[in-house]
């Protein structure tokens, strides 16, 4: 008995001190750990992030959006129509702009309104309402800033086919999120400072008459071929390029016969042809014999917003026995050893005139450059189908719709198309080529694919989209 009584204070004495022990190693995890603000629990649940400003500017080409938010979260993208709209999708947050309310104006060209809203429960909206067609060409993150994180959008209105070819892009790709890491050579979103490189290549404005820089020295472009029409009057913008020109005589015949001259003469014709119709305006590279760098047509076809591209060939082959007409679009890998041949040496046609080390790729984020450019080569290639079908009843043999790496054909907001309409070094190709009977009806079959497609090419894009459930 007196043992038992013995021990049994022995059996709290010990519990005692476990107890003990583990309470100083509470405390002594605590001493550590809560200077550095971290929990040794892990109860800390994760903040919803913020829109913490809002704000607009202008730059020398383009209208700037700078969306700050507390966190840099991933975003996404739609372009809508009717009126134009750009769409900003983030993951759900909550609007805490300072002096601005969920809703409200914004005071830049193209940016005239903003609403903000969560159509679902784990999505934020915010919607800008565009004062034309407008679409994006720099979207970036800038480093932390006060503690915000900077969206920055950079838009410009390049047409409606642009901003058409743009809509279905991003309506194509909306798992695409735009959450690049912060550059450090982004340090000021302040419309007209010097960073965040590069800028958006100046644009030129729309005159009557562009002058350019060439071999030698400047020449005046010629405006859209001579018209009584404006872009407000005519429904679209035809651009057209007849291939070579200048110092570049392109193929030549056994009889004397140079592709500069015919492309010119062609490119003439479907000119009248497309006024006729008192729907589309004409634009031409050149109305001359005159040389152009092919970066040089891309940039005047994007300079006066034009819907379509169509450059004019007449080629020749190392095979006498070639003929027939082809339409080509642009593909990294080419369709045939021949039509590889055709774009290779096409391409070297700029190196006649020097390099042209004036002009660039256009200044689109790559992200964004990629699935426009892609959009442009699916209506590209929906041309080139159009195309071909009109041209079932030319004499000539119908070589298909082929594809190629052509550098005139690389415009990432404009369906662009090549026609080979036929061989000068085949006999049977060159007499129909020189015969203006011929190259009328070959332009009669363009121009009806021109309508259709253009016609055709109004797809449903999307006009409607929820700000709040």
Do not use: C
Not at 137 to 144: K, R, S, T, V, Y
Not at 148 to 160: A, C, P, S
Not at 383 to 390: G, I, R, S, V, W
Not at 437 to 458: D, H, P, W
Request: charged residues 20%; hydrophobic residues 40%; aromatic residues 6%.
């Amino acid at each position: 008995m007196k043992e038992n009584q013995y021990r049994k204070p022995d059996r709290y004495y010990q519990a005692g001190v476990v107890i003990s022990r583990a309470l100083t190693l509470i405390l002594l995890m605590l001493s550590v750990l809560l200077p550095w603000g971290i929990s040794p629990w892990n109860t800390a649940v994760a903040e919803t992030p913020q829109i913490t400003d809002l704000r607009s500017g202008q730059l020398e080409t383009a209208s700037r959006l700078v969306i700050e938010t507390s966190d840099p979260v991933p975003v996404s993208l739609l372009l809508l129509v009717d009126p134009h709209r750009l769409v900003v999708d983030f993951p759900s947050s909550r609007w805490r702009v300072e002096d601005r309310g969920a809703s409200g104006g914004l005071s830049s060209p193209l940016l005239k309104g903003y609403r903000f809203g969560s159509p679902a429960p784990n999505i934020s909206r915010l919607v800008i309402d565009l004062d034309g067609p407008a679409v994006p060409e720099q979207i970036f993150w800038l480093p932390p800033r006060n503690g915000n994180h900077r969206l920055v959008i950079d838009l410009v209105d390049r047409g409606e086919t642009a901003f058409r070819v743009a809509a279905l892009a991003l309506q194509t790709n909306q798992n695409m999120a735009f959450s690049s890491p912060p550059t450090a050579s982004y340090q000021d979103d302040t419309p007209g400072s010097q960073v965040p490189l590069p800028q958006p290549r100046p644009r030129p404005p729309v005159t009557v008459t562009d002058t350019l820089t060439t071999d030698n020295g400047t020449a005046n472009v010629p405006p859209a071929r001579p018209s009584t029409q404006t872009r407000d009057e005519a429904k679209w913008v035809v651009f057209i390029d007849p291939g070579h020109g200048g110092k570049d005589p392109g193929a030549i015949s056994i009889h004397g016969h140079k592709e500069k001259d015919i492309t010119l003469k062609a490119a003439k014709e479907l000119a009248k042809q497309l006024e006729a119709t008192g729907q589309i305006k004409v634009v031409l590279s050149r109305d001359r014999d005159q040389f152009l760098h092919l970066r040089k047509r891309i940039e005047l076809a994007r300079l006066h917003q034009a819907d379509i591209f169509i450059s004019l060939h007449a080629d020749a082959a190392p095979s006498s026995k070639a003929r027939g007409v082809s339409v080509f679009t642009l593909s990294d890998t080419a369709s045939d050893k021949e039509a590889e041949l055709l774009a290779s040496r096409e391409n070297k046609a700029d190196l006649i005139g020097g390099p042209d080390l004036g002009v660039t790729d256009p200044e689109i984020t790559p992200a964004l450059l990629g699935i426009f450019q892609r959009e442009a080569m699916n209506q590209s290639s929906m041309f080139a189908n159009e195309l071909m079908l009109a041209f079932d009843d030319l004499p000539t043999l119908k070589r298909g719709h082929r594809f190629a790496g052509f550098a005139v054909l690389k415009s990432p907001d404009i369906p662009s198309v090549l026609i080979e309409m036929g061989f000068l070094s085949n006999s049977q190709d060159e007499s129909y080529l020189v015969d203006a009977s011929y190259r009328r009806k070959i332009m009669q079959g363009v121009t009806q694919a021109v309508l259709r497609f253009l016609e055709n090419n109004n797809h449903n894009l999307p006009n409607e989209i929820a700000i709040n459930p």
